[in-house]
């Protein structure tokens, strides 16, 4: 057996990922490649753990190749050539004799941080070695989730015949009017990073009627807590010839089949978190603005119709409301300029949030769709109807109908894997104090 840089070795890389080998492999011969996770030396062997994306395997290196195991740090990544053999280990089912062993890439020692765990790290050591972290089965168990998440996103979302789009991310007018804006020279103008793609999926509908976009926006908030990000992801939905509560059932029928996939796709994952996921019974429970009120006053909490729910309000409802709920009916004021009034009540607004406890997942309504009704709310809430021109025009050519919402994706993911800090569950995060790596 020989330990070698990396060559003109014909044989490709691998052949087999390691989840990939069983036991009724026995004998034969196979390539995969991986990082080293431990080694330890028992008499003529040395037995090595070695780790891909996919799983582990033990692998026997005989005595007289040891010498060149000194070349070989933990978490260095190496190519073995090898036979599938029985093994003793309890831990294993199979083990790979090596015939020979590549060095691909060295790691250089001390690591910034302990990626199998064994030493804890604060969060902050483990973002500014983030990529080192996702070697930590715990970290890469929550980025498998987000992964089967997304996919049983759009899975939902292309069976109810929504229609992807990218919206533009550098814009020339506050999307919804708010002050929590990056701005930025662009070109000699002023720009701004947008918060939401409001204003372009309203538009969308004219002509692809349902629409979606999964994509990370920007918020210039100086927060700091653990569910607040300058950077975060948004699932957006917008659909023609629907009201508040047709968008309400298929944000429902979502959460239920994420929850669905995630619980039989990531089996590893929960046991490497150590959770289980538990899909929520539909229908969610609903609850208007004014009976949050009747419940907060149950606890000494009187508030003032009209008033804003705080995040101390929020956590008194979350106490009382377990699991996921919406609060519909919310007064008009509260809400953006593009948020349509309820015909009986016109100080109320066709309106929802998704709450699960305490915390805000989603925000959705039917929409105004006359531009005329548009300019005076957009008056009433102190906003000039010049700087969304663009946006009106589109409302004189025929829009119809329309209602929608915007999910924070990093937010269920905290939920789904039972992690508060939601760090944890965005590779990058970007806040008032971090801005990198």
């Known amino acids: 057996m020989s330990l070698k840089k990396r060559g003109s070795d014909s044989l490709q890389f691998k052949t087999h990922d390691i989840e990939e080998l069983t036991p009724a492999m026995v004998g034969k011969e196979i390539a995969c490649c991986g990082w080293i996770e431990d080694m330890r030396k028992l008499g003529k062997m040395t037995f090595l753990t070695v780790r891909d994306v996919t799983g582990i395997a033990q692998v026997i290196v005989k005595e007289e190749a040891q010498k060149y195991l000194e070349e070989l740090p933990r978490q260095s990544v190496i190519r073995i050539k090898g036979k599938v053999q029985e093994t003793k280990a309890k831990d294993f089912s199979f083990e790979i004799n090596a015939q020979s062993i590549e060095l691909l890439a060295k790691a250089v020692h001390p690591l910034p941080i302990d990626p199998i765990g064994r030493l804890e790290s604060n969060i902050d050591n483990r973002l500014n070695a983030r990529a080192l972290d996702l070697r930590n089965q715990k970290t890469a168990a929550i980025f498998k989730i987000r992964h089967h998440v997304l996919a049983s996103i759009r899975k939902t979302l292309g069976e109810k015949k929504f229609i992807e789009i990218t919206t533009p991310k550098i814009i020339g007018s506050a999307s919804e009017g708010g002050a929590n804006l990056f701005s930025l020279e662009y070109f000699g103008k002023q720009a701004y990073l947008a918060q939401s793609p409001q204003l372009y999926k309203e538009q969308m509908t004219i002509g692809l009627?349902?629409?979606?976009?999964?994509?990370?926006?920007?918020?210039?908030?100086?927060?700091?807590?653990?569910?607040?990000?300058?950077?975060?992801?948004?699932?957006?939905?917008?659909?023609?010839?629907?009201?508040?509560?047709?968008?309400?059932?298929?944000?429902?029928?979502?959460?239920?089949?994420?929850?669905?996939?995630?619980?039989?796709?990531?089996?590893?994952?929960?046991?490497?978190?150590?959770?289980?996921?538990?899909?929520?019974?539909?229908?969610?429970?609903?609850?208007?603005?004014?009976?949050?009120?009747?419940?907060?006053?149950?606890?000494?909490?009187?508030?003032?119709?009209?008033?804003?729910?705080?995040?101390?309000?929020?956590?008194?409802?979350?106490?009382?409301?377990?699991?996921?709920?919406?609060?519909?009916?919310?007064?008009?004021?509260?809400?953006?300029?593009?948020?349509?009034?309820?015909?009986?009540?016109?100080?109320?607004?066709?309106?929802?949030?998704?709450?699960?406890?305490?915390l805000e997942l989603s925000s959705g309504g039917t929409r105004l769709h006359s531009p005329e009704k548009i300019k005076s709310r957009l008056k009433e809430q102190g906003l000039d109807p010049s700087k969304f021109a663009d946006h009106l025009r589109a409302f004189e050519w025929g829009m119809p109908p329309h209602a929608g919402w915007g999910l924070g994706l990093d937010r269920l993911m905290s939920v789904i894997t039972k992690i508060d800090n939601i760090r944890e569950v965005v590779l990058y995060p970007r806040d008032s104090e971090r801005l990198s790596p």
């Open 209 to 358: 009627e349902r629409v979606f976009e999964i994509s990370t926006f920007y918020r210039a908030e100086k927060s700091h807590t653990v569910r607040h990000l300058s950077e975060f992801t948004s699932v957006d939905i917008e659909a023609a010839f629907m009201d508040y509560t047709d968008v309400m059932n298929v944000l429902e029928s979502l959460i239920v089949n994420v929850y669905n996939d995630t619980a039989n796709n990531c089996k590893k994952e929960q046991e490497e978190l150590e959770i289980e996921i538990k899909p929520p019974s539909a229908p969610f429970e609903r609850i208007t603005y004014a009976q949050a009120l009747e419940l907060l006053k149950k606890h000494d909490i009187k508030l003032n119709f009209g008033d804003d729910l705080q995040d101390a309000h929020l956590r008194v409802l979350g106490k009382e409301l377990a699991g996921f709920y919406f609060i519909v009916d919310w007064p008009l004021k509260l809400k953006p300029f593009y948020i349509h009034e309820k015909d009986d009540e016109p100080d109320l607004s066709k309106s929802f949030d998704l709450q699960f406890g305490y």
